[in-house]
Structure formats: structure tokens, C-alpha cells
């Protein structure tokens, strides 16, 4: 069976997802329970596994056996018996339990990453959304569920204007995996037209869900190729959670 390396501080996944997702990790500070912060990291953490397969491996073959390792490693949680032994593994399946998260959104977020073993930028249209929904979407909708129950199709354009920004930081750092007839500024638009159509639709979600999603609010700012400071992050975030606003 193929194996997956551990992290490099297994016993710290909060360290890490600080590390390698700065913003979600700086959003989760304002989860006030810690069992419940713990969880998201969790998912966080998972999340950083399966990106980081494609950025590890030299030829697609070795990340999708990676890949493959996950997707066995999530069975077993569910399965409810014994999973292997990895700190990821071993803090997902605690929280699968402690939150009752549903499977499909983690399978999605497994299936979707196959995609990035392949050379091509994704297709325009539907399957840059679904991609988008799998990856973006099914992180956030089950950070929220783990501390509230709220529809994720309330989440979706949040989502989405997060997923975009983020594969068009890729593209500038040399990764093309929007649509190659996508220029920057449609997708800068596309990022500007899903945060007006989330922050339409924020009054719905409840204030305990807010730092699940409060980092969608930087958004905007990393489509028009700007890196926020840590304060104005700090303050963009703090802003977002007390108002209730994205």
C-alpha cells in the first residue's frame, strides 16, 4: 500500500495550517470554542494534504496514487473501524464524528484535485464551477458545518469569488488552471460580481459561522493583484465578524 508522509509537526496541525493557509488560519482565531476551532483545523489541515499533492510529485502517476491513499484513508473513517495512522487521518475522523460531517463534500474535495495532475487549464463554464464548488465550496460549507448547520448553497458565491481569486494568484505565479480564454480582468470580474452576490446574501448565515467565511473578504483585494498587510487582513477579518458583513 502506498504510504503518505506525516506532517512535519504532527502534533501541531494548528501550526501548520498556519503556515501554509495564513488566511483561513487568521479567520479561525475568532471561532471562540476551542473543540470546535480544532475541527475546522482539522479540515483546514485536509485541505493543505490534498493541495499540496500536485505542488510534490513529478509525474501524475505518483499523485494519483497520493490521492488514492486519501480516498482510501476517507473510506476507513466512515467505514468506522480502524483508519490509518496519519495525524490528519486521525484528527478528520474525530471530527467527522464530533460534527457528523457529511462524506460527499470530502470526496469531492478528493476527486477534484485529480484535475490538477493534468496539464491542461481547466475548461470554462461548468467545469471551472464545479471545480471551484469542490475545492473552495466543499472546505467552506463544511468549516460552517462544523460549527453551525447552514445551507451551503448560501455560501456558494463566497466561495466561488475566494476560489477564483485563488486560481488567478496561481496563474501570476506561473500555474494556469483558469480557462485559457479567461484574461485577468474577466476574472477580476467574476471575483467582483460573486462578493456582491455573497454579501447580498450574508445577512443569512448566523454570527458563529462568520469566521468560517470572513476571509472571502480579502477576495477582491488579491484579484486586483494586491497583497493585504497583516493589520488591514486583521482588521478586513475583524470588521467582517462583528458586522456580519463579507
Known amino acids: 500500500m502506498a504510504s503518505v508522509s506525516p506532517p512535519e509537526r504532527p502534533d ?16 479561525s482565531r475568532f471561532i471562540g470554542d476551542a473543540q470546535a476551532r ?20 513529478r509525474e501524475p502517476l505518483m499523485g494519483e496514487i497520493r490521492l488514492t491513499w486519501w480516498r482510501e484513508a476517507l473510506a ?18 474525530h471530527a467527522v464524528r464530533r460534527r ?13 484535485r485529480f484535475s490538477d495532475l493534468e496539464p491542461d487549464a481547466l475548461a470554462a463554464g461548468r467545469a471551472l ?17 462544523a460549527v453551525a448547520q447552514v445551507d451551503a448553497y448560501t455560501l456558494q458565491p463566497a466561495a466561488r469569488a475566494w476560489g477564483l481569486a485563488g486560481l488567478l494568484r496561481l496563474r501570476r505565479a506561473g500555474v494556469a488552471r483558469l480557462p485559457a480564454s479567461w484574461s485577468d480582468a474577466m476574472a477580476r470580474e467574476a471575483v467582483v460580481a460573486a462578493m456582491a452576490e455573497a454579501r447580498r446574501g450574508a445577512g443569512a448565515l448566523p454570527v458563529v459561522a462568520f469566521p468560517c467565511v470572513a476571509y472571502a473578504t480579502l477576495a477582491r483585494a488579491y484579484a486586483a493583484g494586491r497583497a493585504p498587510s497583516e493589520l488591514e487582513k486583521q482588521l478586513r477579518l475583524t470588521g467582517s465578524i462583528l458586522t456580519g458583513r463579507i
Open 12 to 27: 501541531d496541525l494548528d501550526a501548520i495550517v498556519r503556515r501554509a493557509d495564513p488566511d483561513r488560519w487568521l479567520a
Open 100 to 112: 457528523n460531517l457529511a462524506r460527499a463534500p470530502l470526496d469531492a474535495m478528493i476527486e477534484a
Open 76 to 93: 476507513e473513517i466512515f467505514a468506522g473501524g480502524a483508519a490509518r495512522r496519519h495525524p490528519v487521518v486521525d484528527a478528520l475522523g
Open 129 to 145: 464551477e464545479a471545480y471551484v464548488d469542490a475545492t473552495a465550496g466543499a472546505l467552506m460549507a463544511l468549516a460552517v458545518a
Open 38 to 57: 480544532a475541527d475546522v483545523m482539522a479540515l483546514y489541515a485536509f485541505n493543505h494534504e490534498l493541495a499540496r499533492v500536485a505542488e510534490t510529485v
